[in-house]
């Protein structure tokens, strides 16, 4: 995956011209990056004080959804037990790869409103992303204590279907065996969802043999369902099992939670900076790796009129070995870094 960097810069006469300065500076003249322009709506100012305050919860809020999202997608490499590409594969957001979606980024004006204010469309944000990190939480106690118990399973006869022996339960004849094209999957299914399990189990994979399913005990809880299949399905019938699905569908919806927070940063930012009326361009540039410092450098040559103080910080820190910059992320211009290596591999 890579990193990208989200600026704004004030329009000349046009926001077109801002763009096509930063474009021949960065791209026409040299490789240093690739650019997109990143649409943000006309989004409702609200008074100074409250941009001002809100400058500083989106910071937070920004720090936290991404916490999030980097959970989410941990998890998901760890279910899956997988390769990178695997587990990559699954880390979508609304149905597309991640670079796309960051490039050809369009506000949702469903989920988020633009004729509300910018401090509840943040709160709605915040309210969502919170209830995807508590089921996270739930859900993860969940799924580690059953990985713990696997290893009791065959000492257990007690307890739920989730963690019991299930040797006293099924019998021969409740398995496909000794077919060189099915198998028979066992799973466990709250009795709460029953009616979905019946609906859906069949769309699950391509290859479940339709009307295959069957009860073969119950507990308090749950129920353990049988079902058939072809073999060669079994890694895509598992990877839809409802934890990989939830990851699946909730990663989306943080990932796309937390762009939509840069964007609102950059609006607050821009307005701050640069002033009414509104009119700023903002950009997306995936640097070129091997140029990420003369990149830095041209930004800072191209936008250094717009703030003096940035600019000499920057100058004087250039000249200084060993400072690091990073750690500053103050420039000239509105800067925001996403980064979408999201994923420690081991």
């Not at 409740?174 to 019946?198: G, H, N, R």
């Amino acid at each position: 995956m890579t990193e990208f960097w989200l600026i704004s810069a004030p329009g000349e006469k046009t926001c077109q011209q801002t763009w096509d300065q930063m474009m021949v500076a960065t791209t026409r003249n040299n490789n240093l990056s690739t650019n997109n322009k990143f649409n943000i709506p006309d989004l409702k100012v609200g008074t100074l004080d409250v941009l001002v305050g809100l400058s500083d919860d989106l910071a937070k809020l920004d720090s936290f959804i991404e916490g999030v999202v980097k959970k989410v997608s941990q998890y998901m490499a760890d279910v899956l037990e997988d390769s990178r590409d695997k587990v990559q594969e699954n880390l979508l957001a609304n149905g597309v790869d991640l670079v796309t979606y960051i490039t050809r980024f369009q506000w949702d004006m469903a989920k988020y409103p633009i004729k509300q204010s910018l401090k509840n469309i943040s709160d709605i944000i915040s309210k969502q992303v919170s209830q995807i990190d508590n089921d996270l939480k739930a859900r993860a106690s969940a799924y580690n204590n059953l990985k713990g118990n696997l290893q009791n399973l065959e000492r257990k006869n007690a307890g739920s279907l989730l963690t019991r022996s299930l040797a006293d339960i099924v019998k021969k004849e409740d398995f496909v065996i000794d077919s060189e094209y099915l198998i028979t999957m066992l799973v466990v299914v709250p009795k709460t969802s029953y009616a979905d399990w019946q609906k859906t189990y069949e769309t699950l994979s391509e290859m479940v043999v339709p009307r295959s399913t069957n009860l073969l005990f119950e507990d308090h809880d749950s129920g353990l369902f049988s079902v058939t299949l072809f073999r060669k399905a079994i890694d895509d019938f598992r990877h839809k099992g409802p934890l990989v699905r939830w990851l699946k569908v909730n990663f989306s919806e943080a990932f796309i939670a937390w762009i939509h927070i840069k964007a609102l940063r950059v609006f607050v930012e821009s307005v701050l900076r640069y002033g009414l009326p509104v009119n700023f361009q903002a950009m997306l540039l995936q640097p070129n790796k091997k140029n990420m410092k003369k990149l830095r450098e041209v930004l800072n040559d191209l936008y250094k009129h717009l703030d003096s103080s940035a600019a000499a910080v920057i100058d004087s820190a250039m000249d200084i070995p060993g400072l690091n910059l990073s750690q500053q992320e103050y420039y000239p211009y509105v800067y925001y870094k996403i980064d979408c290596n999201l994923l420690d591999f081991k």
